[in-house]
């Protein structure tokens, strides 16, 4: 695997750490997640009073003999969740940016090995034009995740990505069973709030990870310059321009970038959804120790 943030010490660490999901995802059975409903786990939550068609194992005859009346041993449920992770694979995420592109991968990786640590299914679908490509299937437990790293190179990082579309053409999006990761920088003019809300709309629990590069942030620029869209399909698309850069454009562009984040967190806020800018120039292990514990996303 090209993605050299990635070594056994970064893994190790992962290992202390869990993803935190909605408690009132449904998911599959035979998972780790705790979930409001009871089930048939060893830890006991709470006791109920006995009602017809009740199975009668189940009746604790110490409280019988205490209040004459029949009640249940409720047990805690556990599930396993479906985990999906889009990650943009855009021009603009990597393909004149190989630390941009790494970065990506092993955020990827990341989200990854924390979902199949918790007994989770995994799918890893690279969005590419208006499609999602999923070339390694649904993937459960550590063994198979190895293998699909093992397997894995850079993604070709080209062209456009129609987040919208990519996302709306998964066939295995399943519905109130677990947390979907989109991983962009979200420099797209697709409708990528649309395939939010198709998330949301399978009760879903959705986490936006924006990765912003040190350059994208504070631009270096200065003098006259020519700037090339790096997902324009020729050099004479109108998005490619030559111009003089000023101290006012500069300032123009920090506060457009600011008014463009400041956008994709009032959504998010609104709809209930995590939200993470991320600059490529921090280590990522800052990012997921640290900034992921904030969001609440991991414990």
Request: glycine share 8%; hydrophobic share 40%.
């Amino acid at each position: 695997m090209k993605g050299s943030l990635l070594n056994d010490a970064f893994f190790s660490r992962l290992e202390t750490m869990s993803l935190n999901l909605k408690s009132s995802l449904a998911g599959y059975f035979g998972g780790k997640h705790l979930v409001r409903t009871y089930g048939q786990t060893v830890e006991f939550a709470d006791f109920r009073e006995y009602q017809l068609g009740d199975d009668i194992r189940r009746i604790d005859w110490n409280m019988f003999s205490r209040f004459e009346k029949y009640f249940l041993r409720l047990y805690t449920d556990e599930r396993q969740m479906q985990i999906q992770i889009f990650l943009d694979c855009s021009a603009s995420m990597g393909a004149d940016d190989p630390k941009k592109a790494a970065y990506a991968v092993a955020a990827t990786a990341a989200f990854g090995f924390l979902a199949v640590q918790n007994m989770d299914k995994l799918s890893i679908n690279f969005l590419i034009g208006d499609r999602a490509d999923n070339p390694f299937g649904t993937i459960v437990g550590k063994n198979s995740f190895f293998r699909a790293m093992g397997e894995l190179e850079e993604p070709k990082f080209d062209g456009e990505a129609d987040l919208e579309k990519g996302i709306k053409s998964c066939r295995d999006t399943g519905e109130n069973n677990g947390l979907s990761v989109i991983i962009s920088d979200f420099f797209t003019d697709s409708h990528w709030k649309n395939a939010v809300d198709y998330l949301l709309y399978k009760k879903r629990q959705v986490l936006l990870v924006q990765l912003i590069t040190p350059e994208e942030q504070d631009p270096s620029y200065e003098g006259r310059v020519h700037l090339v869209d790096a997902e324009a399909p020729d050099i004479s698309d109108g998005r490619n321009m030559k111009l003089r850069i000023t101290r006012s454009m500069q300032t123009a562009y920090d506060e457009a970038l600011r008014d463009f984040k400041a956008d994709i967190a009032s959504f998010c806020k609104r709809r209930g959804v995590g939200y993470l800018c991320v600059n490529t120039g921090e280590p990522i292990e800052r990012v997921l120790f640290g900034e992921l514990l904030k969001v609440g996303v991991i414990s």
